[in-house]
């Protein structure tokens, strides 16, 4: 079945690939049961969860947190998606390989969000997509964008404080003329910003260095 460790010592790597799933809405209770809604989502894998989040720099927007415990968003359910076996190690450079083509910079609501990433994950992994309503808010959107308010146009993340020895030149330097409190007073400002910030202080957010390539 493809499910056998290739590791040579017997030790099965098996692990669930899990989509937890959170309301962007109080709305949702409501909404949800006609099959509509506004939702964020993540992967676990290895007891981490993984999402995709905006910020203005073109480095890595994929973040890390506690399962079912993302900052500033309500928890729904979540749905197995299947097993793999894959080590920790290897599932950690995949995971770098991917922050490395989802830059906080090109999330867009209708066609680069959370839901895009998750769904990137499960199919690259399980071969499965995630279920079609949790994203359907984009494929609407893609129809009829006139629709939507414009505080649900992107889904940002602030803690760029987590790149302080980043090495790109020009990231770098908008990094250190940012601070992230300034962001945060700007971004608080932008009714074109969601952020994913942790209520009360609660919860942390860990962004995920992307792979470097050799070339």
């Not at 964020?40 to 999402?51: D, N, R, T």
């Amino acid at each position: 079945m493809g499910a056998e460790s290739t590791s040579g010592s017997g030790e099965s790597n098996e692990t669930q690939v899990v989509l937890n799933v959170y309301d962007l809405t109080p709305i949702n209770n409501y909404t949800f049961w006609v099959g509509f809604g506004i939702f964020h989502s993540g992967i676990e894998v290895h007891g981490k969860e993984y999402g995709f989040g905006a910020h203005d720099f073109p480095i890595s927007g994929v973040f890390e947190v506690e399962p079912r415990n993302c900052p500033g968003f309500l928890y729904r359910n979540s749905i197995q998606l299947g097993k793999i076996n894959m080590p920790p190690s290897e599932f950690r450079s995949f995971i770098e390989a991917m922050a490395s083509e989802y830059h906080g910079d090109t999330y867009h609501l209708i066609s680069k969000n959370c839901n895009h990433f998750t769904d990137d994950i499960s199919w690259r992994l399980t071969g499965r997509h995630i279920p079609g309503w949790v994203n359907r808010l984009a494929r609407l959107g893609a129809l009829c964008s006139c629709l939507l308010p414009e505080s649900l146009q992107v889904t940002s993340v602030k803690q760029l404080s987590d790149y302080p020895e980043y090495s790109d030149e020009d990231a770098s330097e908008s990094i250190s003329n940012t601070t992230p409190r300034e962001s945060a007073e700007v971004y608080d400002t932008d009714q074109e910003k969601h952020l994913l910030s942790p209520p009360g202080g609660s919860g942390e957010v860990v962004f995920v260095k992307e792979s470097k390539s050799d070339s």
